[in-house]
């Protein structure tokens, strides 16, 4: 039997259900605090206001995000391997998780928790796995493994394919013609997306994915 969460992850878990459906400035602290079943007392002796609550909620989901990318980046795995693990891996993730890939898009556009040190550590991280992303890009072109790409670019199609993919709602719904989270649909894009990198992106290609 699963242990009950903690007053702070309870409160961590319905803050990022509420600012991915409606973004920071629409997401009041009482109703975080109401709908985490405590009191506002409660919820300032963890967090002293939205910014930095806002930035913790980015921290965890982003520090998730950087442990999974680290384990692939342990594995002795050439460029291509480690690329498609990854990719395989937080395609997973992000459907496991259904509020992250909606939450890190309007991150991109709301500027609020920056100005906090939760917020520039929270900045920090995304730049860090964004740098270390393109570095294995870098590295598998100097391997051999990757056509001769711009890395920058390539790095936004990916995650673009991967994270708008699971932010798109209604309008991926619409154009799929099915819902985006059946474990079906999660197979499928994780094949479309191997199959995009396979073809488009790698010089040599495998038979089966990585994972």
């Given amino acids: 039997m699963a242990e009950p969460l903690s007053s702070r992850e309870k409160i961590l878990d319905v803050a990022e259900s509420l600012f991915a459906r409606r973004g920071f400035a629409a997401v009041g602290l009482r109703e ?3 709908v985490s079943g405590l009191s506002k007392s409660s919820l300032f002796h963890h967090f002293k206001n939205k910014d930095q609550l806002y930035a913790e909620v980015l921290i965890r989901v982003l520090s ?5 990318f680290d ?5 002795t795995l050439s460029p291509r391997e480690q690329i498609e693990r ?3 891996e937080l395609i997973d993730s992000l459907a496991e998780h259904p509020t992250v890939s909606r939450l890190l ?4 556009f709301e500027e609020e928790e920056r100005e906090t040190p939760e917020g520039k550590q929270a900045e920090s991280l995304l730049a860090s796995i964004l740098m270390d992303a393109e570095k294995l890009v ?3 072109i100097a391997a051999g493994d990757v056509r001769q790409v711009s890395a920058p670019h390539t790095l936004q199609t990916l995650i673009g394919a991967v994270v708008y993919h699971f932010a798109s709602g209604e309008i991926g719904e619409g154009i799929l013609g099915r819902p985006i989270f059946t474990a079906e649909e999660v197979a499928r894009r994780k094949r479309e997306v191997i199959g995009l990198l396979r073809h488009g992106l790698f010089t040599q290609v495998n ?3 990585a994972g």
């Fill in 32 to 34: 975080v605090a109401e």
């Fill in 64 to 68: 998730q995000i950087r442990d999974g």
């Fill in 71 to 75: 384990h692939v980046l342990a594995q």
């Fill in 86 to 88: 990854w990719l395989s």
């Fill in 105 to 108: 898009l309007r991150s991109l």
């Fill in 138 to 140: 870098r590295k598998g």
């Fill in 207 to 209: 038979a089966q994915p």
